[in-house]
């Protein structure tokens, strides 16, 4: 049972256009939502979260949308650069009780920036 | 320089032994993790611990064990039991508790275990 899911595999943008990744979770108690980025053979590191009394959180050119209705976030990278290509992994987690600190990840999606 | 240190970088294991995956952090982190990532299926959580001498199972525990006995430390050892264990090894640390911030995992580099 697939609770984070990222239904695209790979995403091919151009240099400086936008770049959207997307996520949708089933489980109704997750409450805190975070994307990774991981290059080839190298662990995954933080990049962006969101609390769920949040809609929104930008650091710099990235930018995280929750709809907490749709229960799917998305992640925003404008404008896009070469550097970002990487894969994404968006993650979740439940709040209070043995499953904190726990995170469920998504499948991951490849990003690849063309120059 | 503060970090995660996972050894080896590549593991071969021959049919029916057991090998033990290194973990070692000097950030001074609570509780551990160790995920594994397979193509197309993200990452899966095998074991945690969140204080010394303390472990949970994770997803997908079975075929594996872990130990903590130093706060610094928390090897994986892949057994026998384990029947598919080609793939690539993460270990990560976290603050603990409490507050969503400490929920940033920080992860080392990987272990790719191959079957020989």
């Known amino acids: 049972d697939q609770q984070v899911k990222q239904n695209s595999p790979s995403l091919s943008v151009q240099e400086g256009r936008i770049s959207i990744l997307n996520c949708d979770y089933t489980?109704?108690?997750?409450?805190?939502f975070l994307w990774y980025k991981k290059y080839p053979a190298e662990g995954p590191t933080f990049l962006i979260s969101?609390?769920?009394?949040?809609d929104k959180n930008e650091d710099g050119r990235f930018t995280v949308f929750l709809n907490k209705s749709a229960k799917h976030l998305s992640l925003h990278i404008v404008p896009s650069q070469p550097g970002d290509s990487a894969v994404y992994f968006c993650?979740?987690?439940?709040?209070?009780?043995?499953?904190?600190?726990?995170?469920?990840f998504g499948q991951g999606t490849i990003l690849t920036v063309h120059p | 320089d503060g970090g995660i240190t996972q050894s080896p970088k590549y593991l071969f294991r021959k049919e029916g032994q057991n090998v033990t995956l290194s973990c070692e952090q000097n950030?001074?982190?609570?509780?551990m993790y160790w995920y594994r990532q397979d193509p197309g299926q993200g990452l899966r959580l095998i074991y945690y611990?969140?204080?010394?001498?303390?472990?949970q199972k994770g997803d997908i525990a079975e075929g594996y064990s872990v130990s903590r006995e130093k706060k610094e430390s928390f090897p994986l050892t892949v057994t026998s039991a384990q029947k598919n264990p080609t793939a690539f090894y993460l270990c990560?640390?976290?603050?603990?508790?409490?507050?969503?911030?400490?929920?940033?995992?920080?992860f080392g580099s990987g272990t790719q275990l191959s079957v020989l």
């Open positions: 489980n109704s108690m997750f409450d805190y």
């Open positions: 993650a979740a987690s439940e709040a209070g009780g043995t499953s904190y600190g726990k995170l469920t």
């Open positions: 950030l001074n982190h609570d509780a």
């Open positions: 969101i609390s769920s009394i949040k």
């Open positions: 990560a640390s976290s603050t603990f508790p409490p507050g969503r911030e400490n929920e940033k995992l920080f």
């Open positions: 611990s969140q204080i010394v001498n303390d472990f």
